[in-house]
């Protein structure tokens, strides 16, 4: 039912500027100061295997009483611990704690796609909650949100003086994104970046992209609320329109405005993208309509991984440590 509400609410056709105060009260639920119990949360493993969580929730995120550790030692004093899917199918569910006190929830960790997510099955009635970037989570943690700024203001778009990027490393050719990129490149000049085309060093992925007018945010596969970094941090972040492929258009809206990205369902063929995408590199007023809701937005890019450790405590204290088993993780996350 919060679930239900949480749709029907975004999905406001308006898209009014309210329509964003329930993903920043779900994001920051409001809680009673002073009157909370101090929260605990265990990362048995560190994602991938490397060492990034040293949150600071109370500075970082305005959580407070919520520490994070991945101190095993400490598994017993904890109110939850996290499993990152990844790692756990490196490991293998031998390497699962065997101490499980009734009261603590195990949380399932994974920002993959069911494409990318194998091993699903074996993990039948393991985990109490889910953690993951689909709504439906027990801890909904998406790759990105708008926040709503107080006082509408002015911006200027950084120069263009390019049309379409591309960045992609994991090149596949069954997957459809190349396929859809294959037909639009003869239309239209398209710079790719990454193991297949020109080098992008990490850390000039924004300011390269900063210079295109349009970035193709084309998921690895398509799934429902499957919206990563791709369109959060590639194309908002780089202030470039998105070009979006992934689920359709709607689930895109309940995210953000419906002027904010061009998706490629809204053309019957590659072709029409590329007449369209090319009459917007020549009228300016219209191009300048995809930024109109930067007015009234701020872009958060969701920090790997703690903030989304600390929106666990969030979590817990909004709805309490809900009793629940994740008898079919499989079904759900592959609905
Ligand atoms: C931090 O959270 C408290 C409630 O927990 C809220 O009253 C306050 O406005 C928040 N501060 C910021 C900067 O968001
Ligand atoms: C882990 O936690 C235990 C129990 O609180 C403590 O004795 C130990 O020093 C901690 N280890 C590290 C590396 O912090
Ligand atoms: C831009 O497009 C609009 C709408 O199609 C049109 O009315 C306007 O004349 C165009 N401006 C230029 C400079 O082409
Ligand atoms: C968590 O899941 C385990 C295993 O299915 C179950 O025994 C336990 O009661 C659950 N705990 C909560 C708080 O839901």
């Known amino acids: 039912p919060k679930e239900q509400a949480f749709f029907n609410f975004m999905a406001a056709p308006a898209f009014a500027l309210s329509s964003f105060t329930l993903i920043k009260k779900f994001l920051n639920s409001s809680l009673r100061r002073g009157a909370e119990e101090?929260?605990?949360?265990?990362?048995?493993?560190?994602?991938?295997?490397?060492?990034?969580?040293?949150?600071?929730?109370?500075?970082?995120?305005?959580?407070?009483?919520?520490?994070?550790t991945t101190n095993?030692?400490?598994q017993l004093e904890a109110q939850a611990v996290l499993f990152h899917h990844r790692d756990l199918l490196l490991q293998g569910t031998n390497q699962l704690p065997r101490l499980r006190a009734p009261e603590q929830l195990w949380v399932w960790m994974n920002f993959e796609?069911?494409?990318?997510?194998?091993g699903l099955r074996e993990l039948a009635g393991v985990f109490n909650w889910t953690m993951s970037y689909r709504v439906d989570s027990d801890v909904f943690v998406p790759y990105g949100y708008l926040q709503p700024r107080r006082d509408p203001h002015l911006f200027t778009l950084p120069k263009k003086s390019k049309l379409v990027a591309w960045v992609i490393s994991n090149w596949n050719e069954r997957h459809t994104r190349v396929q859809y990129y294959h037909q639009l490149k003869n239309y239209l000049p398209i710079d790719v970046?990454?193991?297949?085309?020109?080098?992008?060093?990490?850390?000039?992925?924004?300011?390269t992209i900063s210079k295109y007018k349009f970035y193709l945010a084309f998921e690895n596969s398509q799934h429902p609320d499957y919206i990563t970094e791709k369109l959060w941090r590639n194309a908002f972040?780089?202030?470039?329109?998105?070009?979006?492929?992934?689920?359709?258009?709607?689930?895109?809206e309940l995210f953000i405005p419906s002027n904010s990205f061009i998706h490629i369902?809204?053309?019957?063929?590659?072709?029409?993208?590329?007449?369209?995408?090319?009459?917007?590199d020549k009228n300016k007023s219209q191009y300048k309509r995809y930024f109109a809701?930067?007015?009234?937005?701020?872009?958060?890019?969701?920090?790997?991984?703690?903030e989304h450790c600390c929106r666990v405590c969030n979590a817990i204290r909004t709805v309490g440590k809900r009793r629940k088993v994740m008898e079919n993780l499989a079904n759900w996350f592959e609905s």
């Not at 972040?237 to 895109?252: F, I, K, M």
């Open 293 to 306: 809701w930067r007015k009234h937005y701020d872009v958060h890019v969701t920090s790997f991984w703690d």
């Open 38 to 68: 101090a929260l605990t949360v265990l990362l048995w493993w560190e994602p991938f295997g490397r060492s990034r969580v040293s949150g600071d929730c109370h500075r970082r995120f305005n959580i407070s009483a919520c520490s994070l």
């Open 237 to 252: 972040t780089s202030w470039a329109v998105p070009v979006v492929l992934g689920p359709p258009r709607s689930n895109y």
């Open 72 to 74: 095993r030692s400490r």
């Open 193 to 207: 970046y990454g193991a297949h085309g020109l080098e992008l060093k990490d850390d000039s992925v924004v300011k």
């Open 113 to 118: 796609s069911p494409s990318h997510s194998q």
């Open 265 to 280: 369902d809204d053309f019957p063929s590659p072709m029409q993208l590329a007449v369209y995408l090319k009459f917007l």
